[in-house]
């Protein structure tokens, strides 16, 4: 194997060189000599990747293996990218600066549709054929998961493997079966056919799919001796799992720069458009206890000075109360910093955060989704106008005088009233802010950030048949609403931003996409399309033509209803989640019907099967 480091010369021409030379604290360094190379990758810059706990989580429990190696590798930005190309420097692991094309596998993650032709970036510079089709006995195992392996179709004709659901159950396995089927000197094909039928593990190059003349699905087909249905792996023990008590420590400031503690997974809040909600179900939390072993050995191993609570609903976590105390009380000789994201703002909430920050500098942040109660029925938000308002209040009276709002356009079902209830809502707390604390108690005016990003239909979600909106629709939309902030009385205390609906308009193509995508992915790739997420390098231009050259018209996949009874992409994967659950919630949607959260009723959607059949109130 190769040593790739990159000379002196090429790492004082790109920006931030820390990215590419690897060795930072607790980085994991063995002897390769007999060892599975597993190179993991987050198809994104280091920054980004660094911060991802679900890549700390695998890394620490692939290295607790005796018999394999996990390393690290990312995208690599524009300047060197250009670098590499030219020189022919293939890519490499971070911890040996082997190239990547000699391990044993390559593990991508999978959490952004508008990453995928980073992807490409990964499989091109580490000379590894972009299909799993053309690929070598000598070629890695190229295997993905995360979020977005939950409709794969798009991007399948590039992995060999498809890892559904959560890492922890069914890798170890996998890897014995590797490390068996390589002493016995059996083949790519055969290791792979036997890898696809573990327990969430999906070889789409053993499944065959048929085409109506309209373009929709008409029949997905396994070999034989393969599974009809991948059903996701989920751990259900949270508390006994593998967790990264020595997390690898950057040497530059990583997007969330801090210790991240995961309290729970799952949420019991059943938003219709959210598909973490529903995937992750049902909701399971880790026991307190750990929590504080973990935050104690975190800290003492890393050195950061802020501690963050991970979870899609962090006020949902039951002993949030007693966690918080104590990492405040533990903590607070040594200068550590509490995070508390995704919290309901509440008294409790307010309390623990003036504890913990800065009011003068900190944002109370409100993601009503919707800015009239009838979209926030339809969508299921379970939030009313009153607990908004009434979280304000209490933040601006505790000195708070900063607050966004998160909202979405393009939701099914909304009106020109819907969308002009944002600016109302934006204005009706700003409106409360001057009602409620004197002129001469003001030290600054309000600052109301309400920013709305466009609905994009996910799969796993009752909104997955729904048909999304184009480009001009969003953009009408968008300018609705900036109209109607301008003719709120405190407008000048608002400040109103929108994502850009190109971009939008690509994640939902590709969030419910099918294989026939791959190629208008190989092809913007080579137009020069990547970090297509990144602002300063989107172009969507290329992105046009990629789909004009191939053929595909990019409305059939995103700018149409589907019926319930149209084969979707991802049908052959069960989330525990029932396709009839779905089906009453879209129809709910549509009579404006508020279906209760778990802790209030079950309502069946199938995944307390993970529980003994039981709902599980956590």
């Not at 394999?68 to 995208?75: P, Q």
């Not at 993650?109 to 032709?117: G, K």
């Not at 480009?471 to 301008?486: C, G, I, P, S």
């Amino acid at each position: 194997m190769s040593k790739l480091a990159l000379s002196n010369e090429i790492l004082m021409s790109v920006d931030k060189p820390a990215r590419y030379i690897g060795h930072e604290v607790n980085a994991v360094m063995k002897d390769p000599a007999g060892r599975i190379r597993f190179a993991m990758c987050f198809p994104d810059l280091y920054e980004i990747g660094m911060s991802h706990l679900g890549i700390q989580i695998l890394y620490d429990m692939f290295n607790s293996f005796e018999d394999v190696w996990c390393e690290r590798v990312y995208s690599v930005w524009t300047d060197l990218y250009k670098i590499m190309k030219e020189r022919d420097i293939p890519l490499f692991a971070l911890e040996s600066q082997d190239e990547i094309r000699s391990f044993d596998f390559l593990g991508i993650t999978l959490q952004y549709e508008m990453c995928y032709t980073n992807i490409l970036q990964v499989l091109d510079l580490s000379k590894i054929p972009y299909y799993a089709a053309d690929r070598g006995e000598d070629d890695p195992i190229v295997i993905c998961g995360g979020p977005c392996a939950y409709n794969p179709e798009p991007i399948a004709d590039f992995f060999d493997l498809v890892y559904i659901g959560e890492g922890e159950t069914s890798y170890k396995i996998l890897l014995d079966l590797y490390r068996d089927h390589k002493k016995s000197g059996g083949s790519r094909r055969d290791f792979l056919k036997k890898a696809g039928n573990i327990p969430g593990i999906y070889a789409p190059q053993f499944y065959t799919v048929t085409y109506n003349d309209d373009g929709t699905i008409s029949g997905f087909i396994p070999e034989e001796g393969m599974p009809a249905v991948i059903e996701k792996e989920i751990v259900v023990d949270l508390s006994d799992t593998y967790y990264p008590k020595k997390p690898v420590v950057p040497y530059i400031k990583a997007t969330q720069d801090r210790v991240v503690l995961e309290i729970q997974r799952g949420c019991i809040r059943g938003c219709r458009f959210c598909q973490a909600g529903s995937v992750y179900k049902p909701i399971r939390k880790r026991e307190e206890y750990k929590l504080e072993q973990y935050a104690r050995e975190m800290i003492k191993n890393t050195g950061y000075d802020e501690i963050s609570l991970s979870s899609l609903s962090s006020s949902d976590y039951p002993e949030l109360e007693k966690l918080c105390n104590f990492l405040i009380d533990e903590f607070k000789d040594k200068h550590v910093n509490i995070s508390l994201p995704s919290l309901r703002v509440d008294a409790f909430s307010l309390d623990v955060m003036s504890k913990v920050q800065d009011i003068k500098k900190s944002v109370i942040t409100f993601a009503p989704e919707a800015g009239s109660q009838r979209m926030r029925n339809v969508i299921n938000k379970g939030l009313t106008k009153e607990d908004i308002l009434n979280g304000c209040e209490q933040a601006f009276l505790g000195g708070w005088t900063r607050v966004k709002l998160y909202f979405m356009l393009g939701l099914p079902y909304e009106t020109e009233e819907d969308m002009e209830a944002i600016a109302e809502l934006s204005n009706d707390i700003a409106k409360l802010y001057y009602d409620l604390i004197p002129k001469e108690k003001r030290k600054t005016k309000v600052s109301i950030v309400s920013s709305t990003s466009f609905f994009v239909p996910k799969p796993f979600t009752p909104f997955q048949w729904a048909k999304m909106n184009t480009m001009d629709e969003f953009r009408y939309k968008a300018h609705v609403v900036n109209d109607a902030m301008h003719r709120q009385l405190n407008f000048k205390s608002i400040k109103y931003n929108w994502h850009a609906a190109d971009v939008s308009v690509l994640e939902g193509i590709f969030a419910r996409g099918d294989r026939r995508l791959s190629k208008v992915l190989v092809s913007a790739y080579e137009k020069g399309c990547i970090f297509d997420a990144w602002t300063e390098t989107f172009r969507y231009g290329p992105w046009k033509e990629a789909f004009s050259e191939n053929n595909i018209d990019m409305k059939f996949y995103y700018n149409r209803e589907r019926s319930f009874d149209e084969i979707l992409p991802w049908d052959f994967i069960d989330t525990g989640v029932t396709k009839e659950f779905l089906k009453r919630e879209y129809i709910n949607a549509k009579e404006e019907k508020v279906t209760p959260n778990c802790r209030v009723k079950c309502s069946g959607c199938g995944a307390a099967r993970y529980h003994g059949g039981v709902c599980y109130e956590g």
